[in-house]
């Protein structure tokens, strides 16, 4: 049988339909192409230089461990392989022993990674307030701005960038994770006027399909993406749009994602804002607390490839994350356990099929 | 013939001299390949001829020998295109050295496996009493019933004597039964009498002083071309006993061949000949501009096209000329997004019918077309209207001169001309440009609505498209306009029934054959509805298509023994194989 794009439509599209009554308002769907954290370097941020990698930091390390320097040079000389692999992989010390510094970060002492100090960062005034410790966002200007996630790991080298260039192991996870997990997906719905909309909906889902790549890496645009009707990665809010940006009220957000970079993004007090692009694509940032542990994990769980190749000082991540945290104070111990974040992310139009709103691709 | 060998060398001089001199393929059918006289002018025929396997050919044959697990591991020489099809170019193309070595290394590959440990049981019919010894018995078995399929003939005697006694050889020498078959196996695949199509004929007992193609050759035309594959044992059969040259007999083999699934892979290489898919090998994109046409999008382009037509003509058996005009195709997600429509089954592909009035309709809208007759970056109505012409009108389209300044219509960012009319109409200003574009814009601008990979689009550079042509007086508003007209223009079915007795026998039509295709073969075509599946009965039921009109000049016969004694001598020394 031949399905013609009316019966497409109208069955992806049937309740809608029988329910919008003379609806004219306009659906747009995307699926995202890149996520990861939003950087912003200036030297102001980092007044220092950046933080040493990882040939620098493993001496130290060796050095504190008790090694002279003629064995430092010696297991150090084959860098990046070598005999240090194993002895700082095991840097921690629990009763004098070794012990898997990435699984235990507590157990060696605080590196003291040099933090952000400057004021530029991208996100949302989460809290309502404007502190000594808040940013001012470089593209809206808004004030106030609440990413402690960037303040903690902003002078490392890997972070070091500015859009459109994206901090590299970042977007090696998200990279590495996209030709085989589930795509993201974003539907505006609602929309009368692109440029000025004062009542749209944002709706959030997982598809259970994986993206296709363009010619240059990139997801392939236009592609039909279905819906996974299952609820857990299903968010719904509203928004308004202003000048062709969008913004959402605050939200609660979880969503499913690959355990090579989170295995569940857990959201909280959050706000989305997109720029409707002209090639039809959305380019914007996601802000919100979250539990700073995962995400610690997502960079601790590579472990020495990862430590040593990006150049993060797994442990120096975990101190300040958790030095950094600003929200969710445990109720025993009075520590924070979650961190202001800010997330870019870039979307490419897509023909989402299985919701409750037909889909038209842009032309 | 008289070409071929002159350009083929000593390579190609050893089949020609097998294939004028050799009684090949034994029995009564063979003797009479030198009884030649005129022929009447009445009487259409061509040449016969000689043609290097294509590589899908050859990919079939080493897979229905062998089986589909075999891997060849080894480049193929470009074809080359001659008056539209490749089909022609293969009758007049040798092997360069190159070339062979690279026959030569598939030929070890493909030997290597095939008596390899894991697979000798399955694919070879007999073992040898001692593995680590010659068995002329078995190695005479097993070479002659693959050289039946490989050279698409019984073997010779002197051949068969001759790779069994290159299997002992290698046996002894080598203290190995398999390695001695695997050596005389290989020099079997990287023969001439396996890498081309020898074509032999013989005296026609139903026409007194004239010749057709003998049994075997008869066979091979006929899977070639329905099935792009070398004949079954069935058809060998057929050609052994004679009864390929009954009508009844005949008939009984086409009515297999066409009820079998394998006429759609006949007909998919037929149509990728004529369309030219082989350029998709060299097709590039912009993809800066283009993303979504990647190496995949390439291949699928070409896909769609052809299950579109396989499933219309061949399936359906639906008129030939719809092809321009039906919105039925086949989708896979990454060409739905090129279309910007809906494909959600998530691998594979879907049957689609694109909307009524969406702008796609037939397949001169559908990627493969607008794609590979596009630049890399923008759009050309030239070449669109120049493949149709030349690849679906089977016209000729002169070549632009040498000195033409193209920099008008390639500055597609100039503010002044906006679409690609505008500035085709300022290029087409100056008198050498304005006589080759009228005869190709008009058709093209048509299909301007389809950017260069295929994406619908309605404005370029925020100026409205203007997609209103003419085809040979016939006016249309938009690309279901122009495929109307290609649909009612007589020169498509002429030109496609052009092509497939062409590609059928191998080569451009002879004047007599030209006549018959003409007076007979394409009004035939109308009267049957334009079905291609009783096109192609039509050509193969019929005398013309195995009647042989002799070379008109014979090689020397002391200077092809001096070749063949030449050939002989290497192929022992080992050195041609």
């Known amino acids: ?363 | 013939m008289k070409l071929v060998f002159a350009k083929a060398g000593l390579f190609v001089a050893a089949a020609v001299a097998l294939a004028a001199c050799s009684p090949a393929g034994g029995g009564k059918e063979n003797a009479s390949a030198s009884a030649t006289t005129a022929m009447t002018a009445s009487q259409a025929g061509g040449p016969a001829i000689m043609r290097r396997l294509t590589q899908e050919q050859y990919e079939q044959i080493i897979a229905d020998v062998f089986g589909s697990t075999i891997t060849l591991g080894g480049r193929f020489e470009p074809d080359v295109r001659e008056n539209g099809l490749l089909a022609v170019g293969s009758g007049q193309v040798s092997v360069t050295a190159a070339g062979l070595e690279q026959y030569d290394v598939m030929a070890r590959n493909v030997a290597a496996q095939v008596t390899d440990e894991k697979r000798r049981a399955t694919l070879l019919p007999c073992a040898p009493k001692d593995a680590k010894a010659a068995d002329d018995a078995c190695a005479r078995e097993t070479l002659s019933k693959v050289g039946r399929l490989l050279y698409r003939r019984p073997l010779t005697q002197a051949e068969i004597d001759g790779r069994v006694a290159k299997a002992a050889e290698g046996a002894v020498k080598l203290k190995s039964y398999y390695a001695g078959l695997e050596a005389s196996l290989a020099g079997m695949l990287v023969s001439p009498q396996f890498l081309f199509r020898e074509e032999l004929v013989e005296a026609d007992p139903s026409r007194k002083g004239m010749t057709r193609l003998n049994g075997y050759t008869k066979a091979a035309r006929l899977s070639f071309f329905l099935w792009n594959a070398g004949p079954d044992d069935e058809l060998l059969r057929a050609a052994e006993t004679g009864e390929i040259h009954t009508a009844k007999g005949l008939t009984k083999q086409v009515d297999r061949m066409l009820a079998s699934p394998r006429l759609k892979e006949g007909t998919r290489a037929f149509f990728t000949d004529m369309l030219e898919f082989d350029r998709f090998g060299t097709l590039a994109k912009d993809a800066a501009i283009y993303p979504k046409f990647n190496f995949k999008a390439a291949q699928e382009a070409q896909e769609q096209t052809l299950r579109t037509i396989v499933d219309h003509t061949v399936t359906q058996n639906a008129d030939y000329r719809d092809l321009f005009t039906t919105r039925k195709t086949y989708l896979t997600r990454l060409l739905g997004a090129i279309y910007r429509v809906p494909v959600d089954q998530p691998t594979g592909w879907v049957p689609y019918e694109f909307p009524e009035n969406g702008g796609q309709a037939g397949i001169l809208t559908q990627v493969s077309f607008v794609a590979l007759h596009s630049h890399p970056g923008r759009t050309s109505p030239t070449l669109r209207g120049k493949a149709l012409r030349e690849v679906l009108l089977c016209q000729k389209v002169p070549d632009p001169p040498g000195n033409v300044d193209f920099k008008i219509v390639q500055e597609t960012s100039n503010p002044s001309f906006k679409t690609v009319r505008q500035r085709l109409n300022a290029h087409a200003t100056e008198a050498m440009c304005k006589g080759c574009h009228k005869i190709t814009d008009p058709m093209g601008l048509a299909l301007e609505n389809f950017d260069t990979i295929g994406g619908y689009r309605t404005n370029e550079n925020g100026a409205p498209i203007d997609t209103s042509g003419e085809l040979d007086g016939i006016k249309f508003n938009d690309a279901a306009g122009l495929g109307k007209a290609v649909h009612d223009h007589p020169g498509t079915t002429s030109c496609l029934v052009n092509r497939v007795y062409s590609y059928a026998v191998g080569r451009v039509a002879t004047p007599s054959e030209k006549d018959w295709v003409k007076t007979n073969l394409e009004k035939r075509f109308a009267e049957d509805g334009y079905k291609v599946p009783q096109l192609f009965r039509r050509i193969v039921t019929s005398d013309t298509f195995f009647r042989v009109i002799p070379p008109a000049e014979k090689p020397p016969a002391e200077k092809l023994a001096g070749k063949t004694a030449a050939a002989e001598k290497l192929i022992q020394t080992g050195e041609l194989k």
């Not at chain 1, 960038?161 to 539907?187: E, G, K, M």
């Not at chain 1, 990139?218 to 000048?243: C, E, G, L």
């Open chain 1, 1 to 363: 049988m031949f399905l013609s794009r009316h019966f497409v439509m109208t069955t992806v599209g049937a309740a809608a339909l029988l329910s919008a009554g003379a609806a004219s308002a306009e659906t747009r769907g995307y699926v995202v192409d890149w996520f990861h954290v939003a950087t912003a370097f200036t030297e102001a941020n980092c007044p220092k230089g950046l933080n040493p990698l990882s040939d620098d930091f493993y001496k130290h390390e060796l050095k504190r461990l008790g090694y002279a320097n003629s064995d430092v040079e010696r297991l150090m000389k084959d860098f990046p392989n070598g005999e240090y692999i194993p002895i700082t992989t095991n840097r921690g010390r629990v009763d004098g022993k070794p012990v898997n510094i990435y699984a235990n970060p507590w157990t060696a002492p605080d590196p003291m990674l040099m933090n952000v100090k400057g004021t530029a960062a991208y996100g949302f005034n989460l809290d309502g307030r404007s502190g000594a410790n808040d940013f001012v966002d470089p593209e809206t200007k808004e004030r106030g701005v609440d990413n402690q996630m960037f303040r903690a790991v902003g002078c490392i080298n890997n972070f070091a960038v500015n859009p459109p260039n994206q901090p590299i192991y970042p977007f090696a996870q998200w990279d590495l994770t996209r030709d085989s997990s589930p795509a993201w997906l974003i539907q505006i719905s609602g929309i009368d006027d692109a440029l000025n909309d004062d009542d749209v909906t944002v709706t959030l889902d997982k598809s259970v399909d994986v993206i296709q790549r363009d010619a240059n890496g990139n997801a392939v645009a236009d592609m039909t993406m279905r819906v996974d009707p299952n609820s857990r990665s299903h968010t719904v809010v509203k928004a308004k749009i202003k000048d062709g940006m969008l913004v959402s009220e605050k939200f609660n957000m979880q969503f499913e994602s690959d355990p090579m970079l989170m295995p569940m993004f857990d959201f909280k007090n959050s706000k989305l804002r997109f720029k409707l692009k002209d090639d039809g694509g959305l380019e914007g940032v996601l802000g919100g607390y979250h539990a700073w542990w995962p995400i610690y994990w997502s960079y601790a769980q590579g472990g020495w490839i990862v430590e040593h190749s990006a150049g993060l000082n797994i442990p120096g991540i975990y101190y300040a994350l958790k030095k950094m945290a600003d929200a969710d104070p445990d109720p025993k111990s009075g520590e924070n356990r979650a961190i202001s974040t800010a997330w870019r992310i870039t979307a490419v139009p897509s023909i989402l099929v299985g919701t409750a709103e037909p889909q038209t691709a842009q032309k």
